[in-house]
């Protein structure tokens, strides 16, 4: 099969377009066909060995994916075979991920795509999206909140602005840097947005819900937004931590403590089956109904596999990019 691999850590320049053996699949897993490879931010920072260095000594990269099960191991039915399926954690704590003509991986981690959702939307489902729905309905869910969503033109921002939404938020607010993003984060269902970069965020946060603060923060920058926290959360909101600049986060303790703040932290591939069947339970029927907007923003053959991790690295794209296998 035709595959993206490396075989040390570094930049872009390491990764390597061939041929490897198609793998087979094993008792309880299934073949997937891949159609479309997801591009994530881990992604590339897994290459380049800034988090942990090589854990195999050969990587295909990448976690998300979507195609359809062309074989089944023993013990997995055959009628899964010809089902298109979204991939989760293809690469996590395994070698070989989704960059590549075939997987092979346990069957839970194939998930049924239903015929109105795309593969390069089924590709974008495994980080950005679940990652997005396990924060909003994590500690209680978010019905009736207020919702703060920081990044919000991102795309697991974007994904969490639609499912607060469709989960019931009161009101869904986004932090973004500019009007484009802005634009995009309005159109994704949010009520107002902030820009970091040109507003005082706890003034007009406050001014946007009436003094009261926000119920929920979906936080992808944890450092840098960690010494705001208390000045625009209610008493008893909840900090849904997915991510974080820088490893420090820094919160003043007293006025932390003194609203009952709860900070959440999480990481989307650790997830416990109870909590990943409810996300994928929540998803599905979304994605059956065509409930939601997949930001796909570029799509790029698989040979072009280092120039997709250059452009997600620089951020030079609003959603995701994804690579056609």
């Not at 997987?103 to 390069?120: K, R």
């Not at 406050?206 to 937004?225: F, H, K, Q, S, Y």
Request: aromatic share 6%; hydrophobic share 45%.
């Amino acid at each position: 099969m035709r595959a993206v691999f490396y075989d040390t850590n570094g930049t872009s320049d390491v990764l390597r377009v061939g041929e490897l053996p198609t793998p087979s699949p094993a008792a309880g897993e299934v073949l997937v066909r891949v159609a479309v490879s997801g591009v994530n931010p881990s992604d590339w920072k897994t290459r380049l060995g800034s988090a942990r260095k090589m854990a195999f000594p050969r990587v295909v990269p990448h976690s998300d994916g979507a195609g359809v099960i062309e074989a089944v191991g023993e013990g997995v039915d055959r009628a899964r075979i010809g089902q298109r399926v979204w991939i989760w954690n293809g690469q996590w704590k395994r070698a070989f991920g989704t960059a590549a003509e075939y997987i092979a991986l346990p069957a839970i981690q194939a998930v049924p795509l239903p015929e109105g959702t795309s593969f390069e939307a089924g590709a974008c489902l495994g980080i950005p999206a679940l990652t997005a729905l396990h924060g909003l309905l994590t500690d209680g869910g978010c019905a009736g909140q207020r919702v703060l969503v920081t990044g919000g033109a991102g795309s697991v921002g974007h994904y969490a602005i639609q499912m607060a939404r469709l989960l019931g938020a009161s009101q869904v607010l986004a932090t973004v840097s500019g009007p484009e993003k802005a634009a995009h984060a309005m159109a994704a269902g949010a009520d107002a947005c902030v820009n970091y970069k040109q507003e005082d965020q706890v003034a007009r946060i406050a001014e946007l819900t009436g003094g009261a603060g926000v119920d929920r923060v979906v936080e992808v920058d944890m450092a840098g937004n960690g010494r705001l926290l208390h000045q625009i959360c209610a008493h008893g909101a909840v900090v849904a931590g997915y991510g974080s600049n820088t490893q420090e986060a820094v919160f003043p303790f007293s006025p932390t403590i003194s609203k009952g703040i709860g900070v959440r932290f999480y990481i989307v591939y650790e997830l416990t089956a109870a909590q990943r069947a409810i996300a994928v339970g929540a998803l599905t029927p979304w994605l059956a109904r065509g409930m939601l907007n997949h930001a796909v923003a570029a799509t790029l053959p698989l040979a072009d596999c280092a120039r997709a991790h250059d452009e997600v690295q620089a951020g030079r794209h609003m959603g995701n990019v994804v690579l056609a296998c």
